[in-house]
């Protein structure tokens, strides 16, 4: 079994603020970092610490040599990552005095993804391998389309969460992982247990993993039900909780993990994610997490 994940790659600018920008507000800001990031760039190499075997399909711009480096250092597999003239995406993030954050993203490269590359990509997998996607590349619908029909297994993050998703067959996908924004976008419904009551009616075959934030995670497939508080640490970035998250909880899925073990792993791995700075480079390997005492709320 396969595991592809077709996503975007961005340089992340972190600008340190005491709070979100308000309209029409100058402000200062008192610290700039650059790191790498992207979801898709991200999840790969989450899924890479958490040992899983990841190749990455992907678009860099004439500046993305070093997305290229970053993979190999971490062991993702670029095969499918292509360099095009032009920029590389990137997001301006705001990161407050406690640890919250606010992100504009600009797609850059990751929206030059075309048909053709699709069908050259997709033509290496198969019946039963997976396919991770979130929303920062173009094509997803024909993606999804395309990946269904050669019988993968889909696991979808649709973050952000806009008018892209709506043309995608989402009766296609095999594990939805939403936080409680894009689980309300999806299903129009605000209180955690309505979300995935809504979700399992839509999408009954589909597994869903609903972040809670502060509340932990709850999973949801047909009638099982598992839920997992957060554990205490001093949180100094979330940028990459969420995709840290996922990434183990495929390699959970690969290993055949229970859910309740899963969760909990998933759940301390995000947790030592969030008390470090950065994205990809605060991501935690397998041996850290299991090595990591940590008491849970």
């Known amino acids: 079994m396969k595991v592809l994940n077709f996503g975007s790659l961005n340089y992340d600018y972190v600008y340190k603020v005491d709070h979100m920008i308000l309209a029409g507000e100058t402000m200062d800001s008192y610290g700039l970092e650059t790191h790498f990031g992207g979801k898709g760039l991200n999840q790969s190499i989450a899924l890479a610490k ?57 797609g850059g490269s990751n929206r030059a993804i075309t048909k053709d590359f699709v069908d050259e990509v997709l033509a290496n997998f198969g019946k039963g391998d997976i396919l991770l996607l979130q929303n920062e590349v173009n094509l997803l619908p024909y993606i999804i389309d395309t990946a269904y029909e050669r019988g993968m297994r889909i696991v979808l993050n649709p973050s952000p969460y806009n008018e892209a998703l709506d043309a995608c067959d989402m009766g296609k996908i095999s594990v939805f992982l939403v936080n409680e924004i894009e689980g309300a976008q999806i299903s129009g419904e605000n209180e955690p247990e309505r979300i995935l009551d809504v979700m399992a009616e839509k999408f009954p075959e589909a597994e869903v993993v609903l972040t809670l934030g502060g509340d932990g995670v709850v999973y949801r497939h047909k009638e099982q039900i598992c839920r997992q508080g957060i554990f205490t ?42 008390s470090r700075m950065g994205a990809a480079e605060s991501i935690p390997t397998a041996q850290e997490v299991e090595n990591t005492n940590l008491e849970e709320k």
């Not at 597999?77 to 095009?84: A, I, Q, S």
């Not at 909780?241 to 990434?247: I, V």
């Open 50 to 106: 958490a040992g899983v075997p990841v190749q990455h399909a992907g678009m860099v711009g004439e500046d993305g040599q070093g997305f290229l480096d970053l993979c190999k250092r971490n062991g993702v597999d670029t095969e499918f990552v292509r360099m095009v003239s032009g920029k590389s995406g990137h997001t301006i993030i705001q990161l407050d005095k406690n640890a919250q954050n606010s992100i504009l993203l600009y």
């Open 233 to 274: 640490i001093k949180a100094v970035d979330t940028t990459a909780a969420g995709d840290t998250f996922t990434g183990y909880f495929i390699a959970g899925m690969l290993e055949g993990t229970p859910i309740a073990q899963r969760l909990r792993r998933c759940a301390k791995a995000s947790a030592i994610a969030v």
